[in-house]
């Protein structure tokens, strides 16, 4: 699948800022590692790779009853941590949307009549969080849901999912398409493709009835 950026500068800005033409590669390259990544997430294989959760081994955990509505429970990642594949657990990793951290940190798991936190650091507040969930990263994601919506939080085993590229992101630049105008036209094209490497997602041989996957999301149900 082909990835294009195109934008226009006038020769004179191009003059007057010489780092300009070299600021525009890199912006461009951004944006493309950010569609590239949102395609990674979300996209629906037509013209783009396939994404995760649209793809057909994706577990979808079920909220707890009565959890309430974007909320994000101890329970919801006991059970996604549950759905995975067990020989590949370091491999895998935690994508959330950033507006999800105020959940973790005051996410309690109750022992008892009791219970505490289990997400934040000895020491509260006051010291660097340990960004990890069941010993595994916990990365912020742009491209992960909203809270609440079905892929705000993601386990995934991105080693399962496969890239394919003809090289890397081309640029190109031309006087002569806006010739008329003393523009010079930048052109940015980068070609891949890809999609996780699992057809469907695993039954257990023995133990248990729920399915393993390399990736699993949490389900948008939750009142």
């Known amino acids: 699948k ?14 007057d800022a010489p780092a300009l033409e070299s600021w525009i590669m890199r912006a461009f390259a951004s944006e493309f590692d950010f569609k590239l990544a949102d395609a990674i997430i979300n996209g629906d294989g037509a013209g783009k790779p396939l994404g995760i959760l649209n793809a057909p081994c994706l577990v979808t955990v079920t909220a707890e009853t009565g959890q309430g509505a974007s909320t994000i429970v101890a329970e919801n990642i006991v059970k996604m941590w549950a759905s995975r594949f067990g020989p590949n657990s370091s491999n895998y990793v935690w994508l959330i949307n950033q507006n999800i951290e105020p959940q973790l940190y005051t996410m309690g798991l109750a022992v008892g009549a009791g219970g505490g936190p289990v997400y934040m650091p000895v020491g509260g507040l006051s010291v660097a969080p340990y960004a990890t969930l069941i010993g595994r990263p916990v990365i912020p994601c742009e491209q992960c849901a909203a809270l609440g919506t079905a892929g705000d939080i993601i386990l995934a085993d991105l080693s399962q999912y496969v890239m394919i590229d003809k090289g890397g992101m081309k640029s190109a630049s031309s006087i002569h398409v806006n010739f008329t105008t003393d523009q010079t036209a930048f052109r940015f094209v980068y070609r891949c493709d890809g999609q996780p490497m699992w057809a469907t997602y695993l039954t257990p041989y023995k133990g248990t009835t729920s399915y393993q996957s390399p990736f699993i999301c949490l389900n948008s149900t939750r009142t």
């Open 2 to 15: 082909k990835l294009i950026g195109y934008t226009t500068c006038t020769d004179e800005l191009l003059e």
